[in-house]
């Protein structure tokens, strides 16, 4: 008996095993191919960066900066964080190496770790995935609805239904003062019974309190001014023209004036997949413009827009649909002796040569044990090499799948898969 794990994973992140991990490359695989059918390149920044490209993007009084960074002085003293999402690294590469000097719009995307140090529940988790794209270069509203239609296109793609689109506008610099100081006359006489980090949020930045999750700023902000009633021309026209692009597009959405999403940088529109199926975290993906983030990292003026999936929601969605199916090999060698071992051996690596995916046993296992183990895999075929094919030269195959067995020449088996070689 062994005593056990000495070690265990640390709260809130995980492990993604085999076979849950097909869905994940099933979702990356296709989202790759989806973005680059709009134009989008893959970007790999890295998943530490100095701790103030978070801070001054995401916002001082957001709930990430607030809570959940994790963040640490290096050797050196500097302090470093591990990206708790993506586009701020994006925008920081995009000024660095200048790409605003190449053909606008410039469309990127990426995949990998983010980290936010939340309490870990259904749904949400200290380390968790993100696929997520930006657009640099391009102010048009049907930047806008491309972008939305590219991310339900891939959601369509992959199977899911059900999901909904909620779409809204948080205006621009011009018309946002007007609207938080409605926000702040709204809530002035409900201040004292706002949770503490509203109460500063009421005098930094009002609208995240239309974001705060506590039960009791909730109940608080029913009736709260609409963003949406308060948009000033540019934003009011930029708004319709994304709402009339998408309806030609026939994407079913929703506006929803209560999204101001969780991030300070967004700027006219804002939107979020969500899918009832996810309980209480139920944003599958999420994004917005953000026009003004690149000229505040030292960039011209360019305009921006993107959207994060969250990985994790996405796969609990497409397990509930359909389950992860396993990967298995496409031939089990059994041999039966030192002699015949070596030859599997030798002819798994002739059959890997040709593209199949091949297991062969190791010596002294029992042919019974093999063939057990072959179909705990679910191989194929199988093949069963023992003295007797030795001298003969031949094999005998069983195919798994549907019963059927035979012979054949051991020299000319690289030819005898010839579907699998069709598929790959
Ligand atoms: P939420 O309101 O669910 O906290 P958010 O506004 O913080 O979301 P974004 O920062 O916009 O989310 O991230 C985009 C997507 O990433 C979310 O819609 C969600 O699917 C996923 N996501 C965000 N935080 C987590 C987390 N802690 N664990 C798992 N997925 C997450
Ligand atoms: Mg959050």
């Known amino acids: 008996m062994s005593p056990g794990p000495r070690y265990s994973a640390l709260k809130g992140v995980q492990d993604i095993l085999p076979p849950d991990i097909c869905l ?246 804002t939107f979020e997949v969500t899918s009832e199926h996810l309980g209480s975290q139920k944003a599958v993906a999420a994004g917005g413009r953000y026009d003004r983030l690149v000229e505040e990292f030292g960039g011209p003026p360019t305009p921006a827009i993107g959207f994060a999936i969250g990985m994790e929601r996405l796969a609990a969605l497409l397990k509930e649909k359909e389950g992860p199916v396993a990967a298995s090999p496409d031939v089990y060698i059994a041999p039966i002796g030192e002699k015949a071992t070596t030859e599997s051996f030798l002819m798994a690596e002739r059959l890997r040569a040709k593209g199949l995916w091949v297991e062969a046993g190791y010596d002294g296992a029992s042919l019974r044990s093999q063939l057990r183990r072959a179909d705990r895999l679910s191989a194929h075929y199988v093949l069963i090499i023992g003295d007797d094919e030795l001298s003969s030269g031949k094999v005998k195959w069983k195919n798994l799948k549907d019963g059927s067995q035979g012979e054949a020449e051991m020299s000319g088996l690289p030819e005898f898969f010839p579907s699998f070689f069709a598929e790959r």
Request: charge should be neutral; proline fraction near 6%; hydrophobic fraction near 35%.
């Open 24 to 269: 994940w490359q099933e979702v990356e695989s296709a989202a790759g191919k989806v973005f680059s059918l709009y134009g989008f390149q893959e970007i790999r920044p890295p998943i530490i960066e100095s701790t103030d490209i978070f801070t001054r993007s995401i916002g001082e009084t957001t709930d990430i900066v607030e809570k959940e960074m994790y963040t640490f002085p290096d050797k050196a003293g500097r302090s470093i964080t591990l990206r708790p999402e993506g586009t701020a690294s994006v925008v920081r590469a995009y000024v660095e190496h200048h790409l605003y000097n190449l053909p606008a719009p410039q469309k990127f995307f990426y995949s990998g770790p983010m980290f936010r140090y939340e309490r870990p529940q259904k749904g949400r988790f200290r380390q968790f995935y993100q696929i997520g794209v930006e657009a640099f270069g391009a102010a048009d509203p049907l930047m806008d609805a491309e972008i939305i239609a590219m991310l339900t296109v891939l959601l369509e793609r992959l199977g899911l239904k059900g999901v909904n689109v909620e779409v809204n506008s948080i205006g621009c610099e011009n018309c946002r003062p007007a609207y938080r100081k409605a926000l702040q006359d709204f809530f002035s006489g409900r201040l004292d019974d706002l949770c503490p980090d509203c109460k500063r949020r009421y005098e930094y930045n009002p609208l995240r309190i239309l974001d705060c999750k506590v039960e009791r700023c909730i109940e608080l902000r029913r009736g709260a001014p609409k963003v949406t009633d308060f948009l000033c021309d540019e934003c009011r026209s930029h708004f319709d023209k994304v709402l009339s692009a998408i309806t030609l597009l026939n994407i079913p959405y929703v506006t929803n004036p209560n999204m101001v999403r969780g991030l300070d940088y967004y700027a006219r529109t």
